[in-house]
């Protein structure tokens, strides 16, 4: 009996050292306070901001988190994001899937085992700003044009 046990503690180990199982507890878990505990947010581009702490599984060889790390954590801040925002539910109904085709990370200092901190976004650059608002104004100019703009879509 004993035997069996240290077989499937063993086991367990080794599972949970060559797959990155903090990854697949984690991200239903940010799904779910997302959902949960925290408020829904109507604007995709508004400002959130992802509390984390740093785990002994993100530490590399100098005691400090691991640079892939980082982008990790971006990945769960984007889950919460799209879970807050309603395009992950809207997203499950269109049997459809995300695709993350670019990333950037500014690593700004070092840190430590236990430590807190939060993913932040970038500040939208003020030619995407511009973008967003021309495309908001010039297609509600084109719907009250052609009468569209009391016609709902699914009509």
Known sequence: MLGLLVALLALGLAVFALLDVWYLV????AV???R???PRVRDLLAEQRFPGRVLPSDL???LHMNNARYLREADFARVAHLTRCGVLGALR???AHTV???????????LRL???FEVEPPELPADLQHWISYNEASSQL???ESGLSDVTKDQ
Do not use: F, G, I, N
């Open 26 to 29: 984690r991200l239903p878990c």
């Open 100 to 110: 993350l085709a670019a990333s950037c990370a500014r690593h700004r200092r070092s």
């Open 32 to 34: 779910l306070r997302a």
């Open 36 to 38: 949960l505990l925290q």
């Open 142 to 144: 084109l719907r009250m």
């Open 114 to 116: 236990l430590e807190p």
């Open 93 to 95: 109904e269109l049997r």
């Open 60 to 62: 590399d060889l100098l």
